[in-house]
């Protein structure tokens, strides 16, 4: 099982938009204001081997966050928590709907076999001048095979 | 000093490459029970040597794709199972070899979603053997062939050649044609005296994967240097290859 890393970010995004509770869906970390609305921002945190593999190969773990963004001046105020917590329960029953990515990895790790559970923190992000409220959804995944290792 | 590690390790069982989905050993055993004869007389225990003995248990990530673990594993055989552990890829490095019985096949389905397996090998008749590689080239421990020939030769720093015959430990893993047969030679200085077959360290003809132990006479002459030859009709073959070389008739 090779690491197609243009096709595993794919996935990931194509499961975003297909929740249909975004607004926009981008596959970087943004520099400006992305606007009203929901947006999804995809970004990958770590890529490390693991220790759930054979003998003379690595798999590989990565670890993508799905940034979950939403302006805090959004009206009604008290309804932004709501809002993300719906956005990523959506998208985390995607994901979890589609272990394998459709066969381009092992599984995604919602229970941490590799040592990283799934996890999704709440917080706040400025940037570029506007406040946001943010959900993070930290994605590991296990991908087979990654790297032979050899004395 | 050159410490080393356990990366790039391989591991063949009957034939079966589980180099890919064995995550780790916890025994690779080669033992020898004590016979206690102390004497009244004696102040500390007198022992002498018994049976020996070895195992080998070791963990598996579940892959029930033909060819890997559950195909490997799952049948659970009454027959003995043929087992070769690599400890390196590079020509004449390190190998544990034995015959033994499967004992089990657990697996363990972890509250993180893993799921594992569990088996042990014991040795049947015969101890765990530790050996040398004569098919390794530096990748993955594996030869290669299209058609019949030679491997390169090994010297294990004998000084000198051995009146005690070996074992060889033949995993072939894929073959496509008639029959391949695996046979080792021997040589004096791996130059000017010519390799010769080793008497009875021959598989026969073989047409399917499978693994095996060779064991030539007891008495058998080797010379210092050993190296793999193949004979038949095939197009392609990869198989594995491990010697042990007994150095006394206790072993045998």
């Known amino acids: 099982m090779a690491l197609s890393e243009r096709a595993v970010q794919r996935a990931l995004s194509s499961h975003a938009s297909q929740t249909g509770v975004f607004k926009r869906v981008i596959r970087f970390d943004p520099k400006s204001a992305p606007g009203g609305g929901l947006t999804c921002a995809l970004l990958l945190r770590t890529m490390d081997p693991t220790p759930a593999t054979g003998l003379n190969v690595s798999a590989c773990l990565l670890v993508w966050t799905m940034r979950i963004m939403l302006p805090i001046r959004n009206e009604p105020i008290d309804e932004v928590d709501p809002v993300l917590m719906g956005a990523a329960r959506k998208l985390m029953a995607r994901l979890l709907g589609d272990l394998t990515l459709a066969g381009l990895v092992r599984t995604i790790d919602p229970r941490g076999q590799a040592g990283v559970r799934m996890s999704c923190p709440f917080g706040y992000v400025e940037i570029d001048g506007t406040m946001h409220r943010i959900a993070d959804l930290n994605v590991p995944m296990i991908v087979n095979d990654v790297w032979a290792e050899v004395q | 000093m050159s410490i080393g590690s356990g990366l790039g390790q391989n591991f063949f069982i009957d034939g079966y490459d589980l180099s890919g989905t064995t ?230």
Not at chain 2, 92 to 120: E, F, H, M
């Open chain 2, 23 to 252: 995550g780790s050993a916890s025994r690779i055993s080669s033992s020898q029970a004590t016979l206690d004869k102390t004497a009244i007389n004696q102040r500390g225990m007198a022992r002498l040597p018994g049976l020996n003995d070895g195992g080998l248990d070791f963990q598996s990530w579940f892959d029930p794709a033909t060819g890997f673990s559950q195909d490997a594993l799952e049948t659970l055989p009454t027959t003995d199972r043929v087992a070769s552990w690599l400890f390196g890829v590079t020509l004449g490095d390190p190998t544990a070899n034995l015959v033994a019985k499967q004992i089990g096949y657990d697996p363990t389905r972890a509250q993180d979603g893993s799921l594992s397996l569990t088996s042990s090998l014991l040795a049947n008749q015969h101890g765990l053997d530790f050996g040398r590689n004569l098919t390794a080239d530096g990748t993955d421990g594996i030869a290669s062939q299209s058609g019949a020939g030679s491997l390169t030769g090994y010297n294990d720093s004998a000084a000198a050649a051995t009146n005690f015959g070996l074992s060889m430990f033949v995993h072939l893993l894929s073959f496509t044609g008639t029959s391949i047969t695996v046979t080792l030679q021997d040589s004096d200085d791996d130059g000017t005296d010519p390799y010769a077959t080793v008497t009875g360290a021959t598989t026969g003809a073989l047409t399917t994967a499978q693994g095996l132990r060779v064991r030539t006479s007891a008495t058998e002459n080797v010379k210092e240097w050993l190296r793999v030859t193949t004979t038949g009709t095939f197009s392609a073959a990869t198989f594995v290859v491990s010697y042990v070389r007994y150095l006394s008739t206790r072993w045998t």
